[in-house]
């Protein structure tokens, strides 16, 4: 059996073995956890981090970078991703990863992960793609190149295109479950699949199998997976391809390559790799949690619901307020908000409960009125919705004190951390896979003292507000 990769104990930036670059802010705490959870000392930045920070803070042994092309045009990711890829592409790493959700939805309009695939030759070259849609610890699955993911509603694992709450996502809803023929929507760029059978066999047919494919021609690799021993053996396929790469190796996927690399990394150190990781279990109660949630989806309302179960004081947002009277519903939501807070209640702010709530119709309804078409007023609803939590959430941090926020949505989330501007996040404690509880690095004096968890609507279990509240003995 070939040798693992030591466990990495760097103690210069050049000792880094990974970089990534979330297209959205819960997908990146995503990654952040996963990493950190190994044992690796990283921080997640919202802008590629210069060589002087990754002095100051440093030493680290991954970095990331917290972005938002998920909810980007093609045109929008035209302008702002090279200078991001190219900065990225000069990281001492040997790979660099654009984390993905899970679920990989995008569309050729909005968040177009084939559309990155073609800007990022341009800065890392003309090498292979390898991309990880596998995630078994989120319930995430890749058979002959078709994705299935298992549904937190009833617990079951769907097709995605079939499944409940993806298959009616209400920006990128997913329509196909064989990933090569997704992406084909969005590039020219064509994609092989190293499949199960192939990942059963040693290492020695793998590597042939793997190579074959690579004098294909093809542009970029799928790796199947539906067990943790899969994206082991993913990990070190990703390790021998990046060291063939005369630069950093460009790959796509959800956290499924952090799972797969630190695995295959732990190999050699299993001991140290566990004890590290147990030092995340707890953490503390406090009195209040803010919840800002932007996410339409079933278990969302789930989560909505237990919340006020227990006590939370509910704030309903009427987004298409800011339509006509922006300063005064910003007034009034921010007002009902501090006063709930300071009556000694935990807050729960809300846009929808569910897809079938009428405040995102109307809201669509209101857009489509000012001249826009039906897929525009999807894209810039969700749009308004994320700056308006975002201008919310910051006025209500600056009013009152708060500890510990709960942001819940993708896109919103990386509104809000966008405009609340930390420097850098930290893993603190796990909360629900996915979605850590993070602190933030910042000189801002209403940010110092802040922990945040970051969960896209798939996220967490019916009571994730509750135990984010309540806390946890480690």
């Known amino acids: 059996m070939t040798e693992p990769t030591p466990t990495p104990t760097p103690t210069t930036a050049s000792a ?12 990146s705490t995503d990654a952040l956890e996963v990493l950190s959870f190994a044992g690796l000392r990283c921080a997640l930045f919202l802008q590629v981090p210069s060589a002087d920070l990754l002095e100051a803070l440093g030493p680290f042994d991954a970095v990331g970078v917290a972005g938002h092309s998920r909810a980007m045009s093609p045109e929008e990711m035209d302008a702002q991703l090279p200078p991001v890829l190219a900065a990225l592409a000069q990281l001492p790493v040997p790979l660099v990863h654009y984390k993905v959700c899970s679920t990989f939805d995008s569309h050729p309009d909005v968040g177009s992960i084939g559309h990155v695939m073609d800007l990022a030759r341009q800065a890392f070259g003309p090498g292979v793609i390898p991309m990880v849609a596998a995630n078994p610890a989120l319930g995430r699955y890749c058979a002959f190149g078709h994705l299935f993911a298992r549904s937190a509603t009833d617990g ?3 097709r995605i295109d079939r499944h409940p709450i993806m298959r009616v996502h209400p920006v990128t809803p997913m329509t196909e479950s064989d990933l090569a023929k997704h992406l084909s929507m969005q590039t020219r760029q064509t994609v092989a699949t190293v499949m199960l059978p192939v990942l059963e066999r040693s290492e020695g047919q793998q590597d042939a199998e793997v190579d074959a494919l690579l004098a294909s021609s093809c542009d970029a690799l799928l790796f199947d997976g539906t067990r943790a021993e899969h994206l082991t053996a993913t990990g070190r396929h990703l390790s021998r391809l990046s060291a063939l790469s005369p630069g950093p190796m460009f790959a796509v996927g959800s956290s499924g390559l952090e799972y797969a690399l630190t695995q295959w990394w732990r190999e050699g150190s299993p001991t140290q790799w566990s004890a590290q990781a147990s030092s995340f279990e707890g953490f503390a109660a406090v009195s209040q949690v803010l919840v800002v949630s932007a996410s339409a989806s079933a278990l969302s309302a789930q989560q909505v619901d237990a919340a006020v179960q227990v006590g939370f004081a509910e704030v309903a947002l009427d987004v298409c307020a800011w339509l006509t009277q922006r300063n005064q519903a910003l007034a009034d939501m921010a007002q009902a908000i501090v006063s709930a807070w300071r009556n000694g209640h935990s807050v729960v702010v809300h846009t929808a409960r569910g897809t079938g709530d009428a405040r995102i119709g109307q809201l669509r309804e209101r857009l489509m009125a000012l001249g826009l078409s039906q897929a525009q007023a999807a894209l810039q609803g969700g749009r308004l919705v994320g700056e308006c939590l975002g201008e919310l959430t910051e006025r209500v941090l600056q009013t009152v004190e708060v500890r510990r926020l709960l942001l819940s949505g993708g896109d919103t989330s990386s509104a809000i951390m966008q405009r609340l501007g930390p ?14 509880l993070c602190k933030l690095l910042s000189d801002k004096p209403h940010l110092r003292q802040l922990e945040v968890a970051l969960k896209g609507g798939q996220m967490g279990s019916a009571d994730f507000f509750v135990q984010a509240l309540r806390g946890r003995e480690a």
């Open 16 to 27: 880094m073995r990974l970089a990534f670059y979330g297209d959205d802010f819960t997908g």
């Open 156 to 158: 079951q694992v769907h």
């Open 423 to 436: 420097q850098a996040l930290q893993v603190l404690a796990r909360l629900a896979t996915g979605a850590p």
